[in-house]
T-cell receptor, first 109, second 118 residues
Framework: KNEVEQSPQNLTAQEGEFITINCSYS?????LHWLQQHPGGGIVSLFM???GKKKHGRLIATINIQEKHSSLHITASHPRDSAVYIC???????????FGEGTQLTVNP | DTAVSQTPKYLVTQMGNDKSIKCEQN?????MYWYKQDSKKFLKIMFS???????INETVPNRFSPKSPDKAHLNLHINSLELGDSAVYFC?????????????????FGPGTRLTVT
């Protein structure tokens, strides 16, 4: 079992829909990261959070430390949001990141 | 200005060859990483260097040897390439500051190097 589990693995939505991607982890963490990987392959860091909630444009990330769970929400989804979204956790000991397997999001027009 | 750059972007080579991938960051970060992304898109840490010192070395075959000539560069040399080495290799960097902030760092990724071993 991975230390970081994401769900769903694949998600197809219609443009305008509200999207939620979930991440659960089993280790103690200092921070949780949400990354986006576009079809071209580049990886971009969307959020880094250790508590509460962060918002950037149409993207919202929340984390519940007690429940070891984080969600990434996309409001008013758009085809350009189609990408793989990856959850990663930074352990309390050391600087490594441990990754989830990613969620492939496809937003259709 | 490119923050984290890797060369080459694509590398096609035959089994048994030796190849290198180079990574440079101009962000002034003190920590650099190599990750491997397999065909299922799963990312896994391979190595991490902090100020030219190796701090993470996962169970990677010793055919893989990282070299950090200075804190802005982290190269990956692979000897005797095997079919299973085919993957996308990502370099990343971050600024890991005080011990109390361990884990609270944002990582910046390079564009990746797609290695195909035939």
């Amino acid at each position: 079992k991975n230390e970081v589990e994401q769900s769903p693995q694949n998600l197809t939505a219609q443009e305008g829909e509200f999207i939620t991607i979930n991440c659960s982890y089993s280790v103690g963490i200092s921070a949780l990261h949400w990354l986006q990987q576009h079809p071209g392959g580049g990886i971009v860091s969307l959020f880094m959070l250790s508590s509460g909630k962060k918002k950037h444009g149409r993207l919202i990330a929340t984390i519940n430390i007690q429940e070891k769970h984080s969600s990434l929400h996309i409001t008013a989804s758009h085809p350009r949001d189609s990408a793989v979204y990856i959850c990663a956790v930074g352990a309390t000991s050391g600087s490594r990141l441990t990754f989830g397997e990613g969620t492939q999001l496809t937003v259709n027009p | 200005d490119t923050a984290v750059s890797q060369t080459p972007k694509y590398l096609v080579t035959q089994m048994g060859n030796d190849k290198s991938i180079k990574c440079e960051q101009n962000l002034g970060h003190d920590t650099m990483y190599w990750y491997k992304q397999d065909s299922k898109k799963f990312l896994k840490i391979m190595f991490s260097y902090n100020n030219k010192e190796l701090i993470i070395n996962e169970t990677v075959p010793n055919r893989f040897s990282p070299k950090s000539p200075d804190k802005a560069h982290l190269n990956l040399h692979i000897n005797s390439l095997e079919l299973g080495d085919s993957a996308v290799y990502f370099c990343a960097s971050s600024q890991v500051t005080a011990r109390s902030q361990r884990g609270l760092y944002e990582q910046y990724f390079g564009p990746g190097t797609r290695l195909t071993v035939t």
